[in-house]
C-alpha cells in the first residue's frame, strides 16, 4: 500500500464516520505570525482551539503538509539517523469539535489500524500521558482504560 492509498483510505474511513473532509492549509501561514511554517495538523484549527472562532463542522479530517526546521519541534538534528524523522511530512487528522472524545477517538484508531489498514495488532502500541506532578496533571486513566479494551 503506497502513501496515496492510505490517505484516500484515511479520509473515507473518517468522512464515513461523519467528518467533513478539510484541505490542507498551505505550508506557510499568512495570517498567523507565529509560525513560519505549518508543522502540526492542527495548525488551521488554532482560532479553533483558542475559542476565537467557532468550530464550521463539529468533525474534521485533514491530511496535512508539514515543515519541521526549527522551533519547538525541531526534528532537524534527527533527520537521516533514523526511519522517522523528517522535514516535510504529511501529517494525518481526525478532529472533534465538542463533539466526541477519546473512547471514539480511540475506537475509531484501532477499528482504522486494524479493520481497515488491516495492520496485526500483535505489532500495535499505545501509549497514554503518565501525567506530571510538577504540573499537578494525573495520569491519563480514561485514555489507558480505553486502550485495555484494544490490547
Not at 98 to 121: H, V
Request: include cysteine; charged fraction near 25%.
Amino acid at each position: 500500500m503506497n502513501a496515496s492509498e492510505i490517505r484516500q483510505k484515511f479520509l473515507k474511513f473518517f468522512e464515513d464516520k461523519g467528518h467533513t473532509i478539510v484541505s490542507s492549509a498551505p505550508i506557510v501561514l499568512k495570517n498567523d505570525p507565529t509560525l513560519m511554517f505549518t508543522n502540526a495538523g492542527m495548525n488551521q484549527f488554532k482560532d479553533i482551539f483558542l475559542g476565537n472562532q467557532p468550530a464550521p463542522h463539529p468533525r474534521v479530517a485533514n491530511t496535512q503538509k508539514c515543515l519541521r526546521v526549527s522551533g519547538k519541534h525541531n526534528d532537524l538534528e534527527e533527520v537521516g539517523y533514523d526511519t522517522y524523522h523528517h522535514t516535510m511530512f504529511e501529517m494525518l487528522g481526525n478532529w472533534s469539535f465538542g463533539d466526541y472524545f477519546k473512547a471514539e477517538a480511540i475506537d475509531w484508531a484501532w477499528e482504522f489500524l486494524t479493520e481497515t489498514l488491516k495492520l496485526d495488532p500483535e505489532n500495535l502500541y499505545a501509549t497514554v500521558f503518565e501525567g506530571s506532578d510538577d504540573e499537578g496533571i494525573p495520569f491519563d486513566e480514561e485514555a489507558y482504560t480505553c486502550w485495555l479494551k484494544h490490547l
